[in-house]
DNA sequence: AAACTATTCAATAAACTCATTGAATAGATT
DNA sequence: AATCTATTCAATGAGTTTATTGAATAGTTT
């Protein structure tokens, strides 16, 4: 083999799964299974594709070696080959938000839809969370409260947190959290709990961010 | 703007990038520019492309916000948007190694084509120049090296390092590298240092990772 | 101002990618 | 063994991406 074919051999391997990460469907996926295993079904609702596209798309991350399989009954279930996965993808969202403010833009622009909110980030919060001046609430769908959470937070999973408001204490203040900073339940929990007059903030980016950054998480189901 | 509008739009602009970055020349520009500035004309020679699709290709790294263009004289010069660019490419590159073999493999068999040889690792490397215990040989061409090198390491391109032979002690251990994992100047330097009875080894990776990692570098020239 | 030169543009055809169907499959449950 | 169910497959057409040309352009140099 000579040198060319060496260069054409390695860089198109290479793009095999830049490609594999060049739809903005595909991206999705990514950042949700950052979250845990899904079946394709709840991939393809939380999405809004249809099932045979998200099977589709599952199928290029899987010929990329981006996503792995398991069987649960039924249903596969889908999840991140690796943490490397997420760190590049986390890595490629950090250059989008730089260098193309046309994301920082219609992100803000569609954050500021909820008011004005405070954000904290992660490092400040694993600080506040260690000298108990906070507390958590961790707005996901309970299984992915279940499947892993940032150590000491509770599960209000944003459909409920109506309900769960009277059992709140008024004089301390919230740091709500959700899946990542495209996520905007924790947007949600927090305009909510300010109008019912709450203290509360949002944690700049999502469980998969702490996590990344090997800061104490806590799991509750074996799985 | 709903939920879904927002999501579309973000991950949307995202993949912007991502689908930039999914084309193997494209990938191979990235990896050529980490070095500093090239002209079109110097980008269509080291990547063995027509100069009319090397433009093609960086106008499409330019939409992304990928490079950056600069005049001199005649010559337009690309040059990457920023380190993270690099980030991220090394990032991507990583992941294609760690799960996808056929990418390790290639690279490995090639390899072998020069013969065994023993590499250094990057922080490994950084002691032992600090140590004094090797010579530290930068065989990429010699404008590479003007632009950035390694702190104390010396310039012999590798289509010179023939006749700079006698000039070298052979009681000392060289560590050659050149300009990242995929370039294989600093193995034909090994190989001929060997052929010539030195001791000699690789460095892993290129100069873009050890400035990566914030490891003490020289400039020669003024850009 | 004319000539030159590096780069870009524009048009084309071939090769891919994607969404949309509806049918097929593999495994679990009855 | 028959049924059920989540997922995958296969075929189609519309839309992109790419390599290849050769012409056009924008600056620089003379």
Redesign the pocket.
Same mark, same amino acid.
């Given at each position: 083999m000579n040198k060319r074919a060496f260069k054409d051999s390695v860089y198109g391997e290479l793009a095999k799964v830049t490609?594999a990460m060049?739809?903005? $469907?595909?991206l999705e996926i990514i950042d949700l299974l950052a979250q845990g295993p899904f079946?394709?079904?709840?991939i393809?609702n939380n999405t809004g594709?249809?099932?045979?596209?998200?099977?589709?798309?599952?199928? $290029?991350l899987?010929a990329a070696k981006l996503v792995r399989?398991t069987?649960n009954?039924?249903?596969?279930?889908?999840s991140l080959a690796g943490e490397n996965v997420y760190q590049a993808w986390a890595s490629l969202r950090e250059l989008g938000m730089v260098y193309n403010n046309a994301v920082e833009k219609v992100v803000t622009d569609f954050r500021k839809g909820y008011g004005e909110m405070e954000t904290v980030d992660i490092d400040t919060l694993a600080k506040l969370i260690e000298q108990n001046e906070v507390i958590l609430l961790d707005v996901r769908p309970q299984e992915e409260y279940n499947r892993g959470h940032i150590h000491h937070a509770m599960s209000i999973p944003i459909a409920t947190l109506e309900q769960q408001l009277k059992q709140l204490p008024k004089n301390k203040t919230f740091i709500a959290y959700c899946r990542g900073p495209f996520c905007v339940y924790a947007d949600e929990a927090v305009a909510l709990l300010h109008r019912e007059g709450f203290q509360a903030k949002r944690m700049d980016g999502g469980f998969p961010d702490w996590m990344l950054k090997g800061l104490p998480i806590t799991r509750v189901d074996k799985i």
């Open positions: 490609k060049s739809n903005p $469907h595909r079946s394709v079904e709840d393809a594709m249809p099932i045979a596209n998200a099977s589709q798309h599952l199928q $290029h899987k399989i069987r009954g039924n249903f596969m279930l889908y």
